[in-house]
C-alpha cells in the first residue's frame, strides 16, 4: 500500500517533462574531512550546510537538494556522473584537515561540463573558536560565489548567534533523515538554539516541522492533535518573527493540510512559500500535495518533476512522483525513475517499497 504520512500523496495526470540543467546551477557536496576527528566532520558538514543553507535562498540560482548532495559524502563518485545525476552545472567541493591546533580549509568550484576550476582557495588558521572560523570561511566561499555565478547577487547569511545557527543547521540535518530517534534530536537541538537566541525565527520553524513529523500519524508516537499544538505555537512565534520566513510558511502549510484540514489556506502559504524561496524542497513536496488536492493535476505532477529533478534523492519526491505516475498509467515511466535510483540508494526502505508499489501494478 502507499505510505500515509502527512507528505505523501497521489497525482492523478500526467506533463510535459521540464527543462534540463540550467545554467545557474549548483550543487555543494559535504566538504571531507581529512582528519579522524569526529568534531572536524560535524565542522565539514557544517560549513557544507551554511553555505547550501545560503545560496538556496537566492532565487536566481538553481541549488540542488540537501539530501541528494549529501548522498555523494565519502564517495569517490566521478563529479561528471554527480553533475548529471543532480542535474547542475556546476559543484562546490571542498575539504578540511586539521594538524596539532590549526586547521586548513580548501574550497574549489568546478564547472562540471569540462572540469574547470573555476575558483579556488585554501584557507590556514588557528583553531580557537570552531563555530567563528566556520562563519568566517563559509562567507568568504559565498563571497566568491556570488562573484563567480551571480554578479553582485547579494548572498543571505545567518542573522544570529553563530552556535544557535550551528545547532539549528544540524538540526535541518536530523529532519532530512525522517525518522524518530532523528526528529527528536532535531527538536533537542533547536531546544538548545532557541535557549541562545529566543528571536530566532527559522529555529521556530524547524521546531514547528519537526514537531508534526513526529506525530504518530508520521515517523513518530507524539499524540496527533498534541503534535498540532505545539507545532502551530512555534509557527506562529516565527512568522511574529518574521512574516517572511519561507521555512515557517512551508511549515504551516504542512500544519493547515495535515491538522486542520484546510486545503485552501495551505495552498496559499505554500504559494507564498516557494515563491519567497524556490529552492525549499520540503515546500515544493507539500505544494504539489495541495495542488492535487485542489485538482490541479498538470501543475501538481509538473512540480513533482521539477522538485525530482532538484533532489532526486529525497523520499517522499520521488515517492509521491512514483505514486502519481502509476495513478496516471504512466508505470513505465516510473519504473524507469526508480531504477535511475538504486545505484544510488543501495537497500533503501522506501526505494524499494515504491519499487514493489510498481511491479504490483
Request: no cysteine; hydrophobic share 40%.
Amino acid at each position: 500500500g502507499q505510505q500515509t504520512t502527512a507528505e505523501t500523496d497521489v497525482a492523478t495526470n500526467p506533463a510535459a517533462p521540464t527543462a534540463e540543467v540550467e545554467d545557474k546551477s549548483i550543487a555543494v557536496l559535504p566538504f571531507v574531512n581529512m582528519s579522524s576527528d569526529p568534531e572536524q566532520d560535524y565542522f565539514a558538514d557544517g560549513i557544507s550546510e551554511e553555505i547550501l543553507n545560503s545560496l538556496a535562498k537566492v532565487r536566481e540560482l538553481k541549488v540542488a537538494g540537501r539530501t541528494s548532495s549529501f548522498a555523494f559524502k565519502g564517495k569517490n563518485e566521478d563529479l561528471l556522473a554527480i553533475g548529471k545525476v543532480l542535474r547542475v552545472n556546476h559543484i562546490l567541493e571542498g575539504s578540511v584537515r586539521k594538524s596539532g591546533n590549526r586547521i586548513r580549509i580548501t574550497a574549489q568550484l568546478i564547472k562540471v561540463d569540462d572540469g574547470f576550476h573555476m575558483w579556488s582557495e585554501t584557507y590556514d588558521r588557528e583553531l580557537n573558536d570552531i563555530f567563528v572560523i566556520q562563519d568566517e570561511i563559509s562567507a568568504a566561499i559565498l563571497a566568491q560565489l556570488k562573484t563567480q555565478l551571480l554578479g553582485e547577487q547579494q548572498l543571505e547569511t545567518a542573522k544570529t548567534d553563530a552556535r544557535a545557527y550551528e545547532l539549528y543547521l544540524l538540526a535541518k540535518q536530523r529532519i532530512y533523515e525522517r525518522n524518530q530517534a532523528s526528529l527528536e534530536m532535531a527538536i533537542k537541538l533547536v531546544g538548545d538554539a532557541l535557549e541562545i537566541d529566543d528571536t530566532y525565527a527559522p529555529a521556530y520553524a524547524q521546531l514547528g516541522i519537526a514537531k508534526m513529523l513526529v506525530s504518530d500519524r508520521n515517523y513518530g508516537t507524539l499524540p496527533h492533535e498534541l503534535a498540532g499544538e505545539q507545532a502551530k505555537q512555534a509557527l506562529d512565534t516565527a512568522l511574529q518573527l518574521d512574516a517572511q520566513n519561507a521555512e515557517a510558511l512551508a511549515g504551516m502549510g504542512l500544519y493547515y493540510r495535515s491538522f486542520e484540514l484546510d486545503h485552501e489556506k495551505a495552498l496559499d502559504v505554500l504559494r507564498r512559500s516557494t515563491a519567497i524561496n524556490p529552492n525549499l524542497i520540503n515546500a515544493n513536496t507539500w505544494l504539489s500535495t495541495e495542488l492535487e488536492a485542489a485538482g490541479e493535476l498538470r501543475a501538481s505532477l509538473q512540480l513533482l518533476e521539477q522538485t525530482f529533478k532538484r533532489d532526486p534523492l529525497h523520499p517522499p519526491t520521488f515517492s509521491n512522483l512514483q505514486q502519481a505516475y502509476v495513478a496516471s498509467g504512466q508505470n513505465e515511466k516510473a519504473q524507469q525513475m526508480l531504477d535511475g535510483l538504486r545505484a544510488y540508494l543501495p537497500g533503501d526502505g522506501i526505494l524499494y517499497s515504491d519499487l514493489g508499489q510498481v511491479a504490483l501494478m
